[in-house]
């Protein structure tokens, strides 16, 4: 059971827009800690999508974008592309952990 | 830009302890705290711990309290994380990552390749 809760799966068509939602609570994304965002395609190591809720790392379309309001964020894809399809990963820090936590990840299919 | 590479695969009976390198090139290598996170077959990532070279400061997950270990050869700029007391479960690719930035609680930028660790008797 992750601290950080995303739906397991999404899909969408080529040229559409999907969101993954990240859950979390008051120890965590609720106390004001950034949330991360990871695209991971198979067989490779993450890659950092988007840092600080909303910012972008050079490099990353602005096809992707982040937001975070109250205890949860949110990943928005725009323009859907099939190498887009992936696996993505939010990740925050819980202080009553004291650890940093990851969602449990969410696949996404591109029809 | 920096790069990190990680030693290669290894296989361990269960109660063994396994080492894991992770060499950082290309930048200072000082200047930003060091994680390790794992992933299990089909299974999501797990962060373990966390290393500062600027002063080998270390942070480790309540979970693996006790059987990690992180250490670094600064002459080698190379990073080492330990797993002892090995069970069926620690069976997974373990990765290095760094820290995005100066933000302690920062996302991690700059992956290793990762290094499986299949733990089997």
């Known amino acids: 059971q992750s601290v950080l809760t995303q739906p397991p799966s999404v899909s969408g068509v080529p040229g559409q827009g999907v969101t993954i939602s990240c859950t979390g609570s008051s120890p965590n994304i609720g106390a004001g800690y950034g949330v991360h965002w990871y695209q991971q395609l198979p067989g490779t190591a993450p890659k950092l999508l988007i840092y600080d809720n909303t910012n972008r790392p050079s490099g990353v379309p602005d096809r992707f974008s982040g937001s975070k309001s109250g205890t949860s964020a949110s990943l928005a894809i725009t323009g859907l592309q099939a190498d887009d399809e992936a696996d993505y990963y939010c990740?925050?820090?819980?202080?009553?952990?004291?650890?940093?936590?990851f969602g449990g990840g969410t696949k996404l299919t591109v029809l | 830009q920096v790069q990190l590479v990680q030693s290669g695969a290894e296989v361990k009976k269960p109660g063994a302890s396994v080492r894991v390198s992770c060499k950082a090139s290309g930048d200072t290598f000082t200047t930003y705290f060091m994680h390790w996170v794992r992933q299990a077959p089909g299974q999501g990532l797990e962060w373990l711990g966390m290393f500062n070279p600027n002063g080998g400061y270390t942070h480790y997950a309540q979970t693996f309290e006790g059987r990690v270990a992180v250490s670094m050869d600064a002459s080698t700029t190379t990073v080492y994380m330990d797993l002892s007391s090995l069970r069926s479960e620690d069976t997974a690719v373990y990765y290095c990552?760094?820290?995005?930035?100066?933000?302690?609680?920062?996302?991690?930028?700059?992956w290793g390749q990762g290094t499986t660790v299949i733990v089997s008797s």
């Open positions: 990740q925050s820090y819980d202080s009553s952990l004291s650890a940093w936590v």
């Open positions: 990552a760094r820290r995005h930035g100066p933000n302690l609680w920062g996302g991690m930028d700059v």
